[in-house]
């Protein structure tokens, strides 16, 4: 085996691993201790929420990085990022049915009627098939159509930093935050992969001409 896939496989992936699962591991341990302050419910439906979103920015951030670093061995963690953006998404749905709403049908069913948590519904469902079509199998499976499939994270993204701008009443700041990040990614792909291959041949002409 070779120095690199040594790296990735004995030091990157097993780091990023654990280091994904540090604020689940930190959440329960405060819960443990009593440590989660004033509202406890509430800060885990916030924090598994606020990591779902972080890492799936995270997961939308490893092409640009990786063309911009020239780091190919990014790719090898995406897919790890990207199953852990979903894990903390079904905490976060799971947290809200049992503990904000006590698993009670018509309390979760009475909550449809709210923007936020249409889009929160919308954003996790539309990550179940990217989830599902992770594997090396699939991917072999669906050839180009995993690609076209896997295009569906945009809208996973947009629709989680809409959720967070739909739900919060006073500090606007955190989730304007997001959305700049995810403008900013989205940005560089459409800079990427519409416009600079158009601009190349005009400036292969100037220099010609
Ligand atoms: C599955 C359906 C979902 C439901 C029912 C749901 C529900 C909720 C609720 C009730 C809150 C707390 C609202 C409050 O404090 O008043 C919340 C917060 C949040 N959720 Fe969701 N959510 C869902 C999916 C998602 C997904 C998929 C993401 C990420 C992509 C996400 C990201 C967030 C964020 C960032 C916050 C705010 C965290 C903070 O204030 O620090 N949620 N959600």
Not at 61 to 83: F, K
Not at 177 to 185: H, I, K, N, V
Request: net charge positive.
């Amino acid at each position: 085996m070779s120095t690199r896939q040594n790296f990735v496989r004995l030091g990157l992936k097993p780091a990023v691993f654990v280091l994904c699962l540090l604020p689940l591991l930190q959440q329960v341990w405060w819960a443990y201790t009593g440590n989660l302050g004033a509202n406890p419910i509430g800060e885990l439906t916030n924090e598994s929420g606020v990591w779902s979103l972080r890492l799936l920015l995270a997961t939308l951030a490893i092409t640009p990085l990786r063309r911009l670093t020239g780091w190919g061995w990014l790719i090898s963690v995406r897919r790890m990022l990207g199953l852990y953006a979903f894990t903390y998404g079904v905490l976060h749905l799971a947290v809200y049915w049992g503990l904000n709403q006590y698993f009670d049908l018509s309390l979760i069913a009475g909550d449809l009627k709210r923007p936020y948590i249409i889009t929160g519904y919308l954003s996790l469902l539309f990550m179940v098939p990217l989830a599902a079509t992770s594997t090396d199998a699939m991917v072999r499976r669906l050839g180009r159509r995993w690609q076209k499939l896997h295009r569906l994270v945009y809208a996973v993204a947009i629709l989680g930093v809409l959720h967070y701008l739909l739900l919060v009443k006073i500090d606007f700041l955190p989730p304007l935050g997001y959305g700049l990040a995810l403008a900013a990614l989205l940005g560089w792909r459409v800079w990427a992969w519409q416009i600079a291959p158009r601009l190349a041949p005009l400036g292969r002409r100037q220099q010609a001409g």
